[in-house]
Nanobody
Framework: VQLQAFGGGLVQAGGSLRLSCAAS????????GGWFRQGPGKEREFVAA????????YYADSVKGRFTISRDNAKKTVYLEMNSLKPEDTAVYYC???????????????????WGQGTLVTVSS
């Protein structure tokens, strides 16, 4: 599965952005989708994930209530709607996919085998 992320940009604090992650080759069937981010000088961290079959969603505590992950299997696309953005949300955002697997690892960077190229989100104060 080849992934490509879109939608990053510059936004003021309190604003919104929607990221998209499209699978350009292969099938999205049986793949969990995830979003991760890496801020300046920080390690890559989990943001949100969605199971391929149930559509159940999972979020990092830092974004819960502000971000919404969703997927459209027919379009082979995963979305991340980001509202009430804060300067600390500034990061390169990566979409990722993995063959659906053990639920306990759905937040783990190492559990994902396919990655998009990243898209920069900058939130100004």
């Amino acid at each position: 599965v080849q992934l490509q992320a879109f939608g990053g940009g510059l936004v003021q604090a309190g604003g919104s952005l929607r990221l998209s992650c499209a699978a350009s080759e292969g099938t999205f069937r049986s793949y969990d989708g995830g979003w991760f981010r890496q801020g300046p000088g920080k390690e890559r961290e989990f943001v949100a994930a969605v199971r391929w079959n149930s559509g159940t969603t999972y979020y990092a505590d830092s974004v819960k209530g502000r971000f919404t992950i969703s997927r459209d299997n027919a379009k082979k696309t995963v979305y991340l709607e980001m509202n009430s953005l804060k300067p600390e949300d500034t990061a390169v955002y990566y979409c990722a996919a993995r063959r659906t697997g053990i639920l306990s690892t759905i937040r783990n960077v190492a559990a994902y085998t396919n990655w998009g190229q990243g898209t920069l989100v900058t939130v100004s104060s």
